[in-house]
């Protein structure tokens, strides 16, 4: 994938003890996810305006739909329902049927459309 980055817009602290406490209650460092808030985490973010000149698949050597692009062809199919799981990895069988299982649930069309992210 081809992105050219402009320039820094913004760096900010998300707050994450705050964060803690609002999504999950709590801000106990042994609970799992407070630790990883505090320890794996960035101290701060920087948000950048990012421009993308082309969308290129060098595995494959295809061009890569945009998100935009595959809305559009969703409203040309009058697809309404689309359940999407997105991974920098292959999908691992568990989550492959666990999104299977929600997009019959919503009785979404397409069963799977899993979007691979080579950044």
């Given at each position: 994938i081809v992105l050219n980055l402009r320039s820094v817009e913004d760096v900010y602290n998300?707050?994450?003890?705050?964060?803690?406490?609002?999504?999950?209650?709590?801000?106990?460092?042994?609970?799992?996810?407070?630790?990883?808030?505090?320890?794996?985490?960035?101290?701060?973010?920087?948000?950048?305006?990012?421009?993308?000149?082309?969308?290129?698949?060098?595995?494959?050597?295809?061009p890569l739909d945009t998100p935009a692009k595959l809305r559009s062809h969703f409203k040309r199919l009058a697809w309404c329902k689309v359940v999407l799981f997105q991974t920098r990895k292959p999908i691992p069988h568990m989550h492959r049927d666990l999104t299977v299982h929600a997009a019959r649930q919503c009785h979404a069309v397409c069963p799977l459309l899993a979007c691979d992210i080579y950044v």
């Open positions: 998300p707050g994450h003890i705050k964060e803690s406490m609002h999504v999950f209650g709590t801000d106990a460092p042994r609970t799992p996810v407070v630790s990883y808030l505090r320890n794996k985490l960035h101290t701060f973010y920087i948000g950048r305006n990012v421009c993308c000149s082309s969308v290129w698949c060098s595995e494959l050597d295809l």
